[in-house]
């Protein structure tokens, strides 16, 4: 009995798919979805070159301090960066005595708990500690930025463009969709999925930072310069990874041509 029903299950099943889905195609074509001002206003991120891009690309570690500094003084009040060790910073070229001044310097400090008094205090950060987590007492949930270049489709590219992407709503948009007026307390950009977000524009203007290397802190340089730090935090062994698989993609055609010549040698008789 059950070898007779289960073709016709089966059967069944595959026609209610193939109805279901050329239904939907049918509808799809006839009765499209309605225009909406975040398909039609919504843009993809600007084109954008960093140092790390391409196979042979490499972190900028000048590059990589002035975003972290753009990060320390800017960013982190709201967002966190909590997958990120003090002591990771080394890698971007500080030495062992600024990275202690950094964690020690830290605006938030590590929280601490002591099981036998129940006691709950705080001490100053040290190398070996993440960077402490932010808690934000505003508007929205500023999300963690260890990894969000891995999080958003073109990554550093969105996230500088998203920095830089802030204006007023265009008037056309106004006209053709009178009730997507962005509303009170959210900041219009077009960068950002549904064009609105509750996140001021954080870098304000050129000169925010002060560059420890003369470089001038305009608003498209600091966008870069934190877009780049934070495609580091997402990937820090990228230039490892990269140096790594060129010396295995050297010994895979080392080894190809090696078995090639054995083969030919092997072979040799028997042509």
């Not at 753009?70 to 909590?82: F, G, M």
Request: aromatic fraction near 12%; charged fraction near 20%.
């Amino acid at each position: 009995m059950v070898r007779l029903f289960g073709p016709l299950v089966g059967l069944f099943f595959a026609v209610a798919l193939l109805w279901s889905f050329g239904n939907g195609a049918f509808m799809a074509i006839t009765e499209p979805a309605p225009a909406t001002a975040e398909h039609e206003f919504h843009l993809h991120p600007k084109k954008v070159h960093f140092a790390s891009d391409g196979v042979f690309g490499k972190f900028d570690k000048q590059q990589l301090q002035r975003g972290f500094q753009v990060y320390k003084e800017v960013c982190a009040t709201c967002h966190s960066l909590k997958h990120v060790a003090f002591r990771d910073l080394a890698a971007l070229g500080y030495s062992e005595p600024e990275v202690k001044a950094i964690a020690k310097q830290w605006g938030t400090k590590q929280p601490t708990f002591d099981p036998k008094s129940g006691e709950r205090s705080e001490r100053d950060n040290i190398p070996s500690d993440f960077i402490p987590q932010v808690y934000y007492a505003g508007q929205g949930s500023p999300p963690d930025l260890s990894l969000i270049t891995k999080a958003r489709h073109d990554g550093g590219a969105y996230v500088a463009s998203l920095l830089t992407g802030y204006q007023d709503q265009p008037a056309e948009l106004l006209k053709k969709f009178p009730d997507a007026k962005t509303p009170d307390g959210l900041y219009y950009n077009p960068y950002f999925a549904n064009l609105n977000l509750s996140m001021p524009a954080p870098l304000s203007g050129d000169g925010q930072v002060t560059y420890a290397d003369g470089t001038k802190a305009t608003v498209d340089q600091m966008a870069q310069d934190v877009a780049a730090f934070l495609i580091w935090t997402a990937e820090p062994k990228l230039d490892k990874r990269k140096q790594t698989g060129w010396a295995v993609l050297g010994f895979l055609l080392a080894a190809t041509v090696l078995a090639y010549l054995a083969k030919k040698n092997v072979w040799a008789d028997q042509h």
